[in-house]
């Protein structure tokens, strides 16, 4: 790991680039689980808790963390700005059963009404075979008779073990400083995630892209999504966001879409692409020239 440390990173910056979704290869246990596979990844989404993903592997090797605790484990999607709602998660959106549906292309799973946010949350799931990856598409609704104002906001759990986390943004850009031993080299922005006994999160705006490196297993996940300048976040939030349990538990990967009015009855939508793929981590150089392929930059 020291030598991926020591060397250089490539900046990295792209723009979303369109290609084709295909139906997805979706099985049901009739429990509400369902698996969504795309050649040697499978994708486990559970309708009865909040439309969550459980699981991310790669053959047998799993990427998504696996704990067991509330707020632990899985992927979700929240509504921003958090200061809307604070804490715990809304239940309709994070815990409570999904309406399920198989449609053309895509499994779609559609929240309930939030009574205070007013919004319904839709999530698609759908692969995209030649792109290599896994393409999900949030829609926030306003289901209030007022115009409001929102962004979307995805959290992927990961394991805080031998892992490396990286994006292109300056390292003193990232706030509030000092609360992670982020390096740069080339304006890219790494972190080797240690262990402490608070909880720590830091934002950035990055370029589209979000890294994730288990040296453990040997998987790379980047998530690809819209870059948003600084002003378009909702207030006090981020396009990028790294929120590290206390302990050496877990990790949020966080990203967010833009900020954005709604009247009553309209949506937003937001795709993040997901890709995962085996890597070499002690070799920088092999890592960076795989992200850059990932992202079309090749």
């Known amino acids: 790991m020291k030598r991926l440390f020591s060397s250089l990173l490539m900046a990295v910056a792209i723009g979303l680039t369109a290609t084709s979704a295909y139906a997805a290869d979706v099985q049901n246990d009739n ?11 499978t994708m486990v989404i559970d309708a009865n808790k909040g439309g ?34 604070n804490w715990p998660p809304v239940p309709e959106y994070d815990k409570k059963p999904y309406e399920v549906k198989q449609e053309g292309d895509v499994l779609t799973m559609t929240s309930g009404i939030n009574e205070r946010l007013k919004y319904s949350i839709r999530k698609e799931f759908a692969t995209d075979e030649k792109d290599k990856a896994f ?3 949030y829609y926030i609704i306003n ?10 906001w995805e959290i992927t759990r990961v394991p805080n073990d031998a892992s490396l986390i990286f994006f292109d943004a300056p390292v003193d850009s990232i706030w509030p400083a000092g609360l992670m031993n982020f390096q740069s080299a080339n304006g890219v922005s790494w972190y080797q995630p240690d262990e402490a006994n608070d909880n720590r999160k830091v934002n950035a705006d990055g370029q589209g892209w979000l890294a994730y490196c ?14 948003l300048d600084a002003s378009q976040p909702a207030p006090g939030e981020a396009e990028i966001q790294v929120y590290v349990n206390r302990g050496k538990t877990y990790i949020e990967l966080e990203s967010q879409g833009a900020y954005t009015t709604l009247k009553p009855k309209e949506q937003l939508s937001w795709t993040v692409r997901w890709y995962l793929q085996p890597c070499e981590p002690e070799s920088a150089e092999a890592l ?8 079309h930059k090749n």
Do not use: C, H
């Open 31 to 41: 429990e509400g689980k369902y698996t969504i596979k795309n050649g040697q990844m």
């Open 52 to 85: 969550k993903i459980l699981s991310l592997k790669y053959d047998d090797k799993e990427v998504i963390s696996q704990m067991r605790w509330p707020e632990t484990f899985g992927s979700t999607f929240w509504t921003s700005p958090q200061k809307e709602w």
């Open 135 to 137: 393409v999900i598409t």
């Open 143 to 152: 289901e209030s008779d007022e115009t409001r104002q929102v962004a979307p």
């Open 214 to 227: 288990n040296k453990g297993n040997g998987l790379l996940l980047v998530k690809r999504f819209d870059n």
């Open 288 to 295: 960076v020239k795989q992200v850059n392929t990932i992202i």
